[in-house]
């Protein structure tokens, strides 16, 4: 597994970031049986990087907590077999992993956030990793039911780390 971690946020986090999010990303994978060694870029920003790469992207001009670029467009959840066909297209010809993608991460947001809900930013940087990678792996919240399903997912491999509320 390649997690590649950048962090030019100014706001400095007091604890081990790329362990949270190593251990997160693992653990979502693990949840979904993903049959790959993988690929992952996690970036670490603040509101301002993050609302640039909203509107130059999304055509959104704000900022938002996280972003998540997914390098494969799944037809079905789940379904790697399509992937296997089209080899170059998705796999690192050096390493055999799989790229799922980019994921970017407000540090300012997440720590709005974290006071906003009352619980810890550990848990606040936690899910929004869960949540990023539940994307790349073809997840989406543009339905209800599939915000539902989603929602689920990410409570229950939190709740296995034991990060909680």
């Known amino acids: 597994m390649t997690f590649t971690i950048d962090y030019e946020s100014k706001e400095k986090l007091d604890f081990d970031y790329e ?6 990303i693992i653990a979502c994978l693990d949840f979904e049986d993903c049959p790959y060694e993988v690929e992952i870029s996690v970036l670490f920003i603040d509101n301002d990087d993050i609302r640039d790469i909203n509107r130059d992207y999304r055509d959104v001009d704000s900022p938002t907590d996280v ?3 997914p ?10 077999s399509e992937l296997e066909a089209s080899y170059a ?4 010809p050096e390493s055999g992993e799989l790229f799922l ?15 906003e809900y009352g619980h810890s930013l550990v848990r606040e940087i936690a899910f929004l990793t869960a949540h990023s990678v539940f994307h790349l792996l073809g997840y989406d ?7 539902l399903q989603m ?14 509320r």
Do not use: P
């Open 89 to 92: 297209n998705f796999f690192n």
């Open 67 to 69: 972003l998540s670029f």
């Open 151 to 164: 929602e689920a997912k990410q409570s229950q491999v939190l709740d296995k780390l034991n990060i909680t």
């Open 71 to 80: 390098a494969v467009t799944f037809t079905s959840i789940g379904d790697y």
């Open 101 to 115: 993608g980019d994921i970017a991460i407000s540090v300012e947001r997440a720590i709005e956030q974290a006071n």
């Open 19 to 24: 362990q949270l999010v190593n251990k997160v």
């Open 141 to 147: 919240h543009m339905n209800e039911d599939e915000g």
